[in-house]
C-alpha cells in the first residue's frame, strides 16, 4: 500500500497474555520505527530499526517487550505477560533511513489501539 | 537531551478564528516536524521543515533554526482541524529518534 500499515487496529487481552503487533513499512523505507502512546501523554520511542538490524534498544520498557524485522520490511513488536501498565496506542513510522536520507520525514500508521483487562 | 517545548497547552477556538502554535526546542536541530492527531488518534504529518516557510491550505509553518522555534499557523479553523498538535525534532547525535512535544490541545467549536 501507499502508507504504513499496521495490524491488528484493536486488540483486546487478558493480563498475562503475549501479543504480536505488526507493521508494514512503506516500500523502499529502510528505517522503521516503534512508539508508544499512553491515554492523554505524546510519543514514547521503543526501538528504532535500520534494515533489520536494531541500533537503539533503549526505549524498551521491560525485557518483555522484544521487536525484530525480516527482509527489511515487515516488523513485529512483542509483548510477552502483559500487563495493564501496557495498554496504549502503539504507533509505527517509517522513514528512508540511510546516511544520504538522514533528515527524512518519518511517516506514521494509524496505530494498534491495546487494552489489556 | 534536547527538550521540546508547545505553546499553548490547550487552545479553544471558534470556528473561524485564527491561531499560532508555538514549538520551541532546546538545541539545534536538522529538521523538524508538525503532527495532527485527529480526535480518533491518527498521527497525520503536517509539515517536515527543518528551516523556512511552507503553506499547505490553511495551514502554514515557519521554522527560525538559528532561534529555535517553530510556529504553525492556522487560519480559518474549521472543526475538523481539533485534536492534538505535536511538533517533534530528532534527537541530538541521533537523527531517527524523534522526540516530541507534550502538544497542544485544540478544540475548534461550531
Known amino acids: 500500500g501507499a502508507g504504513v500499515s499496521q495490524s491488528p487496529s484493536n486488540k483486546v487481552t487478558e493480563k498475562g497474555k503475549d501479543v504480536e503487533l505488526r507493521c508494514d513499512p512503506i516500500?523502499?523505507?529502510?528505517?522503521l520505527y516503534w512508539y508508544r502512546q499512553s491515554l492523554g501523554q505524546g510519543l514514547e520511542f521503543l526501538i528504532y530499526?535500520?534494515?533489520?538490524?536494531?541500533?537503539?534498544k533503549s526505549g524498551l520498557p521491560s525485557d518483555r517487550f522484544s521487536a525484530e524485522r525480516t527482509g527489511g520490511s515487515v516488523s513485529t513488536l512483542t509483548i510477552q505477560r502483559t500487563q495493564q501498565e501496557d495498554s496504549a496506542v502503539y504507533l509505527c513510522?517509517?522513514?528512508?533511513?540511510?546516511?544520504?536520507?538522514?533528515?527524512?520525514?518519518?511517516?506514521f500508521g494509524d496505530g494498534t489501539r491495546l487494552s489489556i483487562l | 537531551g534536547i527538550q521540546v517545548e508547545q505553546s499553548p497547552p490547550d487552545l479553544i477556538l471558534q470556528e473561524g478564528a485564527n491561531s499560532t502554535l508555538r514549538c520551541n526546542f532546546s538545541d539545534s536541530v536538522n529538521n523538524l516536524q508538525w503532527f495532527h492527531q485527529n480526535p480518533w488518534g491518527q498521527l497525520i504529518n503536517l509539515f517536515y521543515i527543518p528551516s523556512g516557510t511552507k503553506q499547505n491550505g490553511r495551514l502554514s509553518a515557519t521554522t527560525v533554526a538559528t532561534e529555535r522555534y517553530s510556529l504553525l499557523y492556522i487560519s480559518s479553523s474549521q472543526t475538523t482541524d481539533s485534536g492534538v498538535y505535536f511538533c517533534a525534532v530528532p534527537n541530538a547525535g541521533n537523527n531517527r529518534k524523534l522526540i516530541w512535544g507534550l502538544g497542544t490541545s485544540l478544540a475548534v467549536n461550531p
Open positions: 530499526f535500520q534494515g533489520n538490524s536494531a541500533p537503539d
Open positions: 516500500s523502499g523505507h529502510t528505517a
Open positions: 513510522a517509517s522513514s528512508h533511513g540511510t546516511s544520504l536520507y538522514s533528515n527524512q520525514p518519518q511517516h
